[in-house]
């Protein structure tokens, strides 16, 4: 079944497939942290707030605007950016070298990481790879945009 | 010998007639029976999660309602077990709890104890195989692995040299400053094995590195050692190991780096929870840890600029030795090194200590390092 991106019908599919694979993300450990995800579009923002607790992605609700004080952190992005890192997930089943989040954020130059308190800044890294391996589940996903 | 019992109990006729006494007749003395403790009902709050420290935090056995200052005790007791006459003294150095307390301590631990890793299994080693990097790049990425495995021994001993001093009332304490010295042997391990299977073996000690990284260990007080190494040493290793994923020429250092990183910010993250805990909590410490940053800032600044290490990065990051790459590279380097300063002065500011800009050394060099690379056209976002 395909799902369009921007939409909560994207990470609720994602969440569906989390649950499958519990074993995986019960591996890699609790994930406690609440984050927000903007996509940009034609100089406006579909806001996604994603809340996961112990291993599980626990609620997503699309939102007008995001306030840092409520969310850790917020991956934000324009569209394209988005739409590039998941088609490379698809190709390679996980995102390679140059689409994985931290190298797209890391100088703000692709994907902007937004955040009021660095501690909350700090939970994108504490819980990286289970970030990575969730996003790196849309490889199982037809996606379109 | 640096501990005797108190008695010699092989000669002491008493104690040897009460063993075979027992033996003979079965006669059980119970009195531990008695012991005048709570009886709790510990529950999971979640399920999923399990039993946590957080769902035994209770009456007698909880952390909330500990004092300040542990006068009760300074044995290897259990808090919340009653302790009778004869349990030694353990000498405790620090048994006030404001001094290792932080925010939430007891959910870094669990996390710590989720979250573990294997170096030897987790990391797809065998994806190495046919990865030829060119001399310059290989060199340089074991040069940056040679460097991190000193970094890493060091924060392996920072933490397990204090966990004996620690007032063992203070059990969730405790418990993560181990957790933390396992995760640092794991990075020392997974870095040494890295730096072998680039197929160059080791480059070189860092003399630099190492005078900022004895600092760690030579604090007068936990809070000290705290600053020091969770929030200055490893906020700028934080920002080191996200740096060098995006830098990382193979997928196999990508992951290396995730995983390395995720332990790294749950100690920055402890950290931050303390200092702001100790603030609060211990004013009259402000004083002396604003005088331990001064060094520790000093030393960091010194540490970040070893030949060894921003020559290796300033390679890797520009993607060879060509004119071309050696200028975008020096660029890429200035904006990481700026960046671990700035994120430095954000974690203090929000911790509670905004006055540290004034006062530091540090900040001044980095306003100077901001206007030097504006100056030079590099952008900074
Ligand atoms: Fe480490
Ligand atoms: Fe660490």
Known sequence: MGVSFPSTDYFEALKARMVEQDEKFRRLGYIDTTFGVAVGQNGKARNFILEFEVFDLKNVREVASIDLKQVDFVLEGDSPVWREMIENIKRNGQADASHDINTLAHFGERLKIRYDDPDGHDKLYRFMESIQEFFDLSSKLDVSF | ?381
């Open chain 2, 1 to 381: 010998m640096a501990y005797l019992a108190t008695n010699n109990y092989f000669e002491d006729k008493d104690f040897v007639d009460k063993w075979l006494y027992t033996m003979r007749t079965g006669e059980l003395d119970l009195s531990w029976m008695n012991a005048a403790t709570e009886k709790v009902k510990p529950k999971e709050a979640n399920p999923r999660r399990g039993l946590t420290y957080r769902d035994i935090d209770l009456g007698s056995y909880g952390y909330t309602d500990m004092p300040e200052k542990v006068r009760r005790n300074r044995s290897y007791a259990p808090r919340g077990a009653e302790i009778p006459e004869g349990v030694p003294d353990a000498q405790p150095w620090v048994s006030r709890k404001s001094e290792l307390w932080a925010f939430n301590t007891e959910s870094y631990y669990e996390e710590a104890v989720s979250r573990q890793w294997n170096a030897t299994t987790d990391i797809p080693w065998d994806r190495l195989e046919g990865v030829e990097l060119p001399e310059n790049i290989g060199k340089s990425l074991s040069q940056l692995m040679t460097f991190l495995t000193e970094v890493e021994m060091i924060a392996t001993d920072t933490p397990a040299m204090w966990l004996p001093r620690l007032n063992p009332d203070f059990i969730e304490v405790r418990s993560f400053i181990a957790s933390q010295a396992m995760d640092e042997a794991r990075h020392a391990e997974v870095f040494r094995k890295r730096a072998l299977t680039t197929g160059w073996g080791l480059m070189q000690a860092s003399p630099m590195n190492e005078m900022a990284l004895k600092h760690l260990r030579d604090a007068d007080s936990f809070s000290e050692m705290s600053v020091a190494l969770h929030l200055v040493a490893e906020g700028n290793v934080l920002t080191l190991f996200r740096f060098s994923e995006y830098l990382s020429p193979t997928d196999v250092d990508k992951r290396i780096f995730r995983l390395v990183m995720q332990d790294e910010a749950r100690h920055v993250g402890y950290g931050m929870q303390h200092f702001k805990y100790v603030l609060e909590h211990f004013p009259e410490k402000r004083e002396v840890l604003h005088a331990h940053l001064d060094e520790a800032e000093n030393i960091s600044f010194a540490g970040a600029a070893a030949t060894e290490l921003t020559e290796a990065f300033i390679i890797l990051a520009g993607g060879g030795m060509k004119q071309e790459n050696i200028e975008e590279g020096i660029k890429i380097t200035t904006k990481f090194n700026l960046k671990q300063m700035q994120e430095h002065f954000e974690r203090l500011d929000k911790c509670g200590m905004p006055e540290r800009r004034e006062r530091s050394k540090l900040y001044k060099m980095y306003e100077m390092g901001v206007a030097a690379a504006q100056a030079a056209g590099i952008n900074l976002n």
